[in-house]
């Protein structure tokens, strides 16, 4: 399933993770963190649309981006 491979490897690292890593929240989260500390982040690949539709949205589900 989605997300097991990094259960998996923080695993393997003796890192406690029960659940799978659903990549959208992870990504949500790191987008969060990036904001809070000023980072820029960069987005790529799948199509030209979908980047542009997540340049317009994703600045208002985590302000600061």
Do not use: F, I
């Not at 809070?36 to 317009?56: I, M, Q």
């Amino acid at each position: 399933p989605d997300g097991m491979s990094a259960v998996r490897a923080m695993r393997a690292r003796g890192l406690r993770q029960d659940d799978r890593v659903y990549g959208p929240d992870t990504t949500l989260a790191v987008l969060q963190r990036a904001a809070e500390r000023g980072l820029p982040v960069a987005l790529y690949g799948s199509t030209d649309r979908v980047l542009a539709l997540l340049k317009e949205r994703l600045p208002a589900r985590v302000p600061g981006l």
